[in-house]
C-alpha cells in the first residue's frame, strides 16, 4: 500500500496520469493513505526547525511552539480531506473524491521532498537571490503537483481544479495563523 502510493505519487511528479493507477480509489483506500502525513512528518519538523534556527524559536517557547505546529500540521491535513468533499460533490465527482485524497496524500510526500531540498541549500549559505528564487520555484511546482492530481484524479478542467489549489491555500494560512497565534510567532 505506502510502496504502491509513492510510486503512484512519483509518476504524478513527473506529470503520468498513470500514476493513479497505482492509488487506491476506495473510502478505505483514502483512509489508508494518510499514512503519508507520518511519512512526511519528519520533512515538516525539519522545514519548521530550518525556519526556527534563523529567527530564534517560536516566542513563547520551543515546546508550546512544537505542540502548536503538531496540531496545526494535523489540522491542516485531515481538514482540507474534509472541505474537499464538498468541493468534489459541487463538481459532481463525489465517486472520484476517495482517489482524489489517496492522490493528494501521496503527493505531498514529493512536496516536502523537494521542500526540504530546496531549502536546505539556503540554510548552507546559498546566496539570497538563489535561495529565493529555489525557494519560489518549489512552491511553484508543488501548486502545480496538487492542481495536477486534482484535474487528474477527479477529471475536472483545469479552473476547477485550481478551486481544489485555492481551497488548500486558503486552508493553510488559517490554519498558519491561528499556529502563529498560539506559538507567539
Do not use: K
Not at 524559536?57 to 496545526?72: I, N, S, T
Not at 465527482?93 to 530546496?118: C, D, H, I, K
Amino acid at each position: 500500500m505506502i510502496e504502491a502510493g509513492l510510486r503512484g505519487a512519483l509518476l504524478l511528479a513527473r506529470g503520468r496520469v498513470d500514476g493513479l493507477l497505482l492509488m487506491e480509489g476506495s473510502p478505505a483506500g483514502a483512509g489508508r493513505s494518510f499514512w503519508a502525513a507520518a511519512i512526511c512528518l519528519p520533512a515538516f519538523l525539519a522545514l519548521r526547525f530550518l525556519a526556527w534556527s534563523g529567527s530564534g524559536g517560536p516566542e513563547l517557547g520551543l515546546l508550546r511552539g512544537l505542540v502548536a505546529e503538531l496540531l496545526g500540521y494535523a489540522c491542516a491535513w485531515v481538514g482540507f480531506a474534509l472541505l474537499s468533499l464538498p468541493l468534489a460533490e459541487a463538481a459532481g465527482r463525489r465517486a472520484e473524491w476517495p482517489r482524489f485524497v489517496a492522490a493528494w496524500n501521496w503527493t505531498n510526500v514529493v512536496q516536502y521532498l523537494v521542500m526540504l531540498a530546496l531549502t536546505v541549500p539556503a540554510e548552507l549559505g546559498l546566496p539570497p537571490l538563489l535561495a529565493h528564487g529555489l525557494g519560489l520555484a518549489g512552491i511553484g511546482y508543488a501548486l502545480w503537483l496538487e492542481w495536477f492530481a486534482a484535474r487528474s484524479a477527479l477529471r475536472i478542467p483545469g479552473g476547477m481544479a485550481t478551486a481544489f489549489v485555492v481551497l488548500d491555500l486558503a486552508l493553510g494560512l488559517a490554519v498558519g495563523g491561528v499556529v502563529g497565534r498560539l506559538s507567539g510567532s
